[in-house]
């Protein structure tokens, strides 16, 4: 079994800063892609950025510039740094990673989610 636990949501005036953590354990052979997303209230799950077991990154349009997503593949867990949040920024926030278990299987994981808030 493979869980997910992310930490580090809160609430953050406009212009602060966040850092997401997402650590994985359990049975894992490797885990390839990493990523973040997030549900604000009446809309849809929408990604926020991935990032590849060999380092490269996409971006939603929206947190180009502002958001960086890293990875540490030895402690098993993906980051996202969150700068200069806007309140359109506010939501629950999920990782995602692609985890092989194990010799020929592999699978979507997901974390509990942590609420991010950005207000004054």
């Known amino acids: 079994q493979v869980q997910l636990v992310e930490s580090g949501g809160g609430l953050v005036q406009p212009g602060g800063s966040l850092r997401l953590s997402c650590a994985a354990s359990g049975s894992i052979v490797s885990i390839n892609a990493m990523g973040w997303y997030r549900q604000a209230p009446g809309k849809e799950r929408e990604l926020v950025a991935v990032i590849t077991r060999s380092g490269s990154t996409n971006y939603a349009d929206s947190v180009k510039g502002r958001f960086t997503i890293s990875r540490d593949n030895a402690k098993k867990t993906v980051y996202l740094q969150m700068n200069s949040l806007k309140p359109e920024d506010t939501a629950v926030y999920y990782c995602?990673?692609?985890?092989?278990?194990?010799?020929?299987?592999?699978?979507?994981?997901w974390g509990q989610g942590t609420q991010v808030t950005v207000s004054s």
């Open positions: 995602n990673q692609d985890v092989k278990y194990n010799i020929v299987r592999s699978a979507q994981f």
